[in-house]
């Protein structure tokens, strides 16, 4: 079952419970998938791209629930918390800062990496590595830590 009817069926789940919150999570990613389908310059929907999708509903999520709670409105930031719950539970178990730092030391070992100056050089290895299993900021954060 591909994302697409895994969304339908807990629309469907959501309507029948009434659970307005998750219900509104789901039909922002089914309205995400509906925008792909539409895109002529994507041929096809590989699992890669439904995740970079969730992925950006997520970091969407996370910006506007600090952006509200910096203004004070905390209903508004606990209903975009409630929705990336939602949503983060169609990607991929996200690795911890450990596992994510032991993967790094592999990567620098098997390619010899040995400085700041190579840092574009190991992201783009960490980012096919970790695609969808970890979130790039705290990537990028490890890897400085460890070619300073």
Do not use: H, W
Request: glycine share 4%; charged share 30%; with cysteine.
């Amino acid at each position: 079952m591909n994302l697409e009817e895994t969304i339908n069926q807990d629309i469907k789940q959501a309507m029948l419970a009434k659970d307005k919150e998750t219900l509104e999570a789901l039909r922002a990613v089914k309205s995400a998938i509906l925008l792909l389908k539409t895109d002529n310059s994507i041929q096809a929907i590989t699992p890669e791209i439904e995740i970079k999708t969730l992925q950006k509903l997520v970091k969407q999520r996370k910006e506007s629930a600090e952006m509200y709670k910096s203004q004070g409105r905390e209903d508004l930031c606990n209903e975009e918390l409630a929705q990336l719950k939602v949503i983060a539970r169609y990607l991929p178990e996200q690795m911890s800062a450990d596992e994510i730092k032991v993967k790094l030391q592999e990567l620098i070992a098997a390619n010899g990496i040995s400085g700041i100056k190579e840092m574009g050089k190991l992201m783009g290895l960490a980012s096919k590595a970790f695609a969808g299993k970890a979130d790039n900021k705290m990537v990028a954060d490890i890897v400085k830590s460890l070619l300073q």
